[in-house]
Nanobody, 125 residues
Framework: QVQLVESGGGLVQAGGSLRLSCAAS????????MGWFRQAPGKEREFVAG????????YFADSVKGRFTGSRDNAKNTVYLQMNGLKPEDTAVYYC??????????????????WGQGTQVTVSS
């Protein structure tokens, strides 16, 4: 089992920035691909970003490419999502996910094995 706890969400004006963190515990963190998803009210959960075991490789959804970056620190069992240039359409609950696979770019939520409880991000216009 892997336990994931997100933090860093909040309310921000359009154009602002937030950094989300996801702390993992329970198993060897570096054995898991890590990802971020988001879900807005009335919409399906969508892929935002994924990071390889080492953190050297990453993949971002087109909707956030160029605005969001991220990293993982295996020594701290933590993955980060830096969100810049936020837009109102980025408003959602953001979830951290872990996957027992090398497929960090798999965008389907069902392919991911563990989930955090989510953190709310609200971007005002």
């Amino acid at each position: 089992q892997v336990q994931l706890v997100e933090s860093g969400g909040g309310l921000v004006q359009a154009g602002g920035s937030l950094r989300l963190s996801c702390a993992a515990s329970g198993r060897t963190f570096s054995n898991y691909a890590m990802g971020w998803f988001r879900q807005a009210p009335g919409k399906e959960r969508e892929f935002v970003a994924g990071f390889s075991w080492s953190g050297y490789s990453s993949y971002f959804a087109d909707s956030v490419k160029g605005r969001f970056t991220g990293s993982r620190d295996n020594a701290k069992n933590t993955v980060y999502l830096q969100m810049n240039g936020l837009k109102p359409e980025d408003t959602a609950v953001y979830y951290c996910a872990a996957r027992r696979s090398t497929g960090y770019a798999n965008t389907g939520p069902n392919a991911w094995d563990y989930w955090g409880q989510g953190t709310q991000v609200t971007v005002s216009s």
